[in-house]
């Protein structure tokens, strides 16, 4: 167990509508990291936040935002799903903001599109 | 640029044998390489990393090999297990950038 807790484990949903991903990080750790990993395009990074700030973006959708609240915990929201949304999101959490310091990931979220 | 990439994209190996893992990148920028191990229903897990300082790193029974001039790097895992049987990626990192670049995956399996 990292430590690093995500919800829902599952999420099945229809072409348009729009969801919410959540991440708590393990206790005292300051960045949080979304990653999505799809079968065709492997792990691909999507954004950083550390202490409410965001501080590194990488293949983010428009249509994909995400925020880090105070209390540390991270929300990655969907919108105007498309199937090929369809795919494991995955958080992540260090306690520094480069990338060298190591990244817990939590379990997932498995997202279907349908 | 920004890519990294791993092969093969599956492996089968004996138990007791040494299973190869590479990866291969151009961004001469990347200063730190991670592999990570990913059992079936998991997140990824940090398994070694390597600076380009030196040329080699061992923790138990994996090791990584760095050829800086060749930009390529290698897991070796040694005396294979079952159930060191899981999918690994090799990562790498450009600190400006601060975000890691993923190689495709590995899927290894130990056989018994």
């Known amino acids: 167990d990292s430590g690093v807790t995500q919800t829902p484990k599952h999420l099945i949903t229809a072409t348009g509508q729009r969801v919410t991903l959540r991440c708590s990080p393990r206790?005292?750790?300051?960045?949080v990291y979304w990653y999505q990993q799809s079968l065709d395009q492997g792990l691909q990074f999507l954004i950083q936040?550390?202490?409410?700030?965001?501080?590194a973006k990488g293949n983010i959708l428009e249509r994909f935002s995400a925020q880090q609240f105070p209390d540390l915990h991270s929300e990655l929201n969907l919108s105007s799903l498309e199937l090929g949304d369809s795919a494991l999101y995955f958080c992540?959490?260090?306690?520094?903001?480069?990338?060298?310091?190591?990244?817990?990931f939590g379990p997932g979220t498995r997202l279907t599109v349908t | 640029q920004q890519q990294v990439k791993q092969s093969p994209q599956s492996l089968i190996v004996q138990k007791g044998g040494i299973p190869i893992i590479n990866c291969a990148y151009e961004?001469?920028?990347?200063?730190?390489f991670p592999w990570y191990q990913q059992f079936p229903g998991k997140g990824p897990a940090l398994l070694i990393a390597?600076?380009?300082?030196?040329s080699e790193k061992k923790e138990g029974r994996f090791t990584i090999s760095f050829n800086k001039s060749a930009k390529q790097f290698s897991l070796h895992i040694m005396d294979s297990q079952p159930g060191d049987s899981a999918t690994y990626f090799c990562?790498?990192?450009?600190?400006?950038?601060?975000?890691?670049?993923f190689g495709q995956g590995t899927r290894l399996t130990i056989n018994p």
């Open positions: 206790s005292g750790d300051l960045s």
């Open positions: 992540a959490s260090s306690v520094g903001f480069q990338a060298s310091y190591e990244q817990y």
């Open positions: 961004n001469t920028a990347f200063d730190y």
């Open positions: 990562a790498a990192q450009d600190e400006g950038a601060q975000k890691l670049v």
């Open positions: 936040y550390y202490n409410g700030e965001e501080r």
């Open positions: 390597i600076r380009p300082d030196v």
